[in-house]
Structures are given as C-alpha cells and as structure tokens.
C-alpha cells in the first residue's frame, strides 16, 4: 500500500518508519521544534504533533497505538487507543501521550512516540428491525461468560 505524506515540517526524518520487516506498526516521531521538550507530568496527558500528514486510500484507516517499550518502561501510553484516522482527514498527525508512570516524561524532537498501523474499514448499512435473531449467548453482557477458560 503506498501511502502519500506530506511533511509540515519539511523533514524526512519524521517519516513514519518500520523497526524490522515483521512489524505491523511504522513509528511516529515527534515534531518538537529543535532544543525544546514537551514534559508530561505523572497522571498527566500532552497532544504530541508529529509534523506529517496522510493520504489514506479509500476504504482504510490509520489506527495510532501506544508502543510497547514506552508503556513497560515509563507508564507512557496513547490515551484514546486506538486513535482511528479516517481516509478522508488530510490535517496533522497528532498523538494523545498520558503518563501514567511515576515521573515525569520528555518528549523531543525525534522521541519514537506510538505507533501507525493500516487497517481495511467496512461500513455498516443498518437496518432498523423489531427484533433480532438469537444466540447463545443472548443478552449476556459485561462478565457474562466468566474469567475461567473452558
């Protein structure tokens, strides 16, 4: 899938980037202007930019992820996960970091700070019904089938 990118920034070293040729997810750096951090306070949450934007074909999203390493190592995760970016947004890639670690977080220009993976989208055509077909599992909500495996 070729994706067209557009950097506000006009810098290629913001470019989303793959890790290995078995990932799913490309990295988002940041975009923070040169000798300055954003710090994220304990229990606190910054919108990060990233200075690119995207042209996602038709018929796709975006969906931003936390990276693994930040979570495990310093509490820091992507507060609405997963963020989606629709086909037809054409306006920054921002990133919404919450630390839930114990200290404070600096992010710098470059800092690897989630994670971008494509995804085909399926839209829905709902119809309006009187009732539904059964199940097994019925109305069984939250807690329904237990915690034990079978």
């Given at each position: 899938m070729k994706i067209q990118v557009s950097c506000t920034a006009s810098s290629p070293e913001l470019l989303p980037r793959?890790?290995?040729?078995?990932?799913?997810?490309a990295d988002l750096c940041a975009d923070v202007p040169p000798g300055r951090r954003?710090?994220?306070?304990?229990?606190?949450y910054e919108r990060i930019p990233t200075g690119i934007r995207l042209e996602i074909p038709e018929g796709?999203?975006?969906?931003?992820?936390?990276?693994?390493?930040?979570?495990?190592?310093?509490?820091?995760?992507?507060?609405?996960t997963p963020g989606t970016i629709d086909s037809d947004y054409r306006g920054e890639i921002q990133v919404i970091l919450v630390n839930r670690g114990s200290r404070?977080?600096?992010?710098?220009?470059?800092?690897?700070?989630?994670?971008i993976v494509f995804a085909p989208v399926v839209q829905a055509d709902f119809r309006l019904q009187q009732r539904l077909g059964g199940s097994r599992r019925g109305a069984g909500g939250f807690g329904s089938t237990g915690t034990q495996g079978s």
């Open positions: 793959y890790q290995s040729p078995g990932s799913s997810g954003i710090i994220i306070q304990p229990g606190a796709y999203e975006a969906q931003v992820r936390p990276r693994s390493g930040l979570s495990l190592e310093h509490g820091i995760t992507v507060l609405n404070p977080f600096p992010v710098s220009r470059g800092t690897r700070i989630a994670q």
